[in-house]
């Protein structure tokens, strides 16, 4: 089937839904978003790049970047991040700290917030040399996508540390049970940051292509994580990617996935490609309407789903 055409057909079906939903207000720096724009690319493990829709339009990575500070958290520390948080679905929203509490400061995985702050914290101790915590991310999300130029949108930025008191009451609550290593301070800024690096549709569909390909990014041939590391991660995304909603988004889409609240989503047809969408409004769950209904439609007009 011809990708450029199904990418095509998607954005012309879903035109009549764009609208719908709720732009994310709580980050206000968001709130402004176009809840029309719509974009959809595909880069495939032979390194082809497919686009359609708004293709140029940046947007905040937000929880999307937890699979990259994942997998740089994995390379860094191995196994042992493990013990430090968990891999099961939570059943709760992104930024929910009712587990917390009973579970000792371990959160339940790395794709909600709780867990996000946990693999940054690991990531700001092994960070020493030259680069920064956020230049030593920044940096890995630049080489995925191929753009030198991809930056921090210091608006969103600075938004999200005005207005991140829940973000910082659970940064203090893991620290009381002592599983943060570095200052709550330094951990929610690092945090704050890489949620704000600002991407295209089509550059986050090739930043994620390595989980499609064994690990390895088909376009500079670089190995990025091991094989059993990247299906790992496809797993987690599978299961916990959409926060309460992974166990519908699997149900309909059947691909592993991450959402941000900004309105993109990656996900992953393993040993084929990498697809990303792009719609601000929301769900009632916190993950892109819109976006959810074009990988939906892209599922099952091509057959691609793990399923
Ligand atoms: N930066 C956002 C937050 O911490 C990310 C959440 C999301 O994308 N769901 O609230």
Known sequence: MDLQHTLDDIRDAVRPYLGEGKVARYIPALASADPKKFAIAAVTVDGEQFVSGDADHRFSLQSISKVFTLTLALNAVGADLWKRVGREPSGSPFNSLVQLEYEHGIPRNPLINAGALVVT???????????????????????????????????????????????????????SFKNLDNDVATVLDVYFRQCSIAVT???????????????????????????????????????????????????????????????????????????????????????????????????????????
């Open 121 to 175: 914290d690991a990531i700001v101790s092994r960070c020493g040399g030259t680069l920064s915590p956020i230049e030593t991310i920044l940096g890995f999300i630049r080489d995925r996508a191929g753009n030198d130029a991809i930056a921090v949108d210091e608006e969103i930025a600075r938004s999200e540390a005005e207005t991140g008191f829940r973000n910082a009451a659970m940064g203090n609550f893991i620290k």
């Open 201 to 307: 549709c089509a550059e986050l569909s090739r930043s994620m292509v390595y989980l499609a390909n064994g690990g390895v990014d088909p376009v500079s041939g670089e190995r990025v994580v091991a094989a059993e590391r990247a299906r790992r991660i496809n797993a987690i995304m599978l299961t916990c990617g959409h926060y309460d909603a992974s166990g519908d988004f699997a149900y309909r889409v059947g691909l592993p996935g991450k959402s941000g609240v900004s309105g993109g989503i990656a996900a992953v047809v393993p040993g084929k490609m990498a697809v990303a969408v792009y719609s601000p409004g929301l769900n009632e769950r916190g993950n892109s309407l819109v976006g959810t209904l074009a990988l939906e439609m892209f599922a099952a007009r091509t057959g691609n789903s793990v399923f």
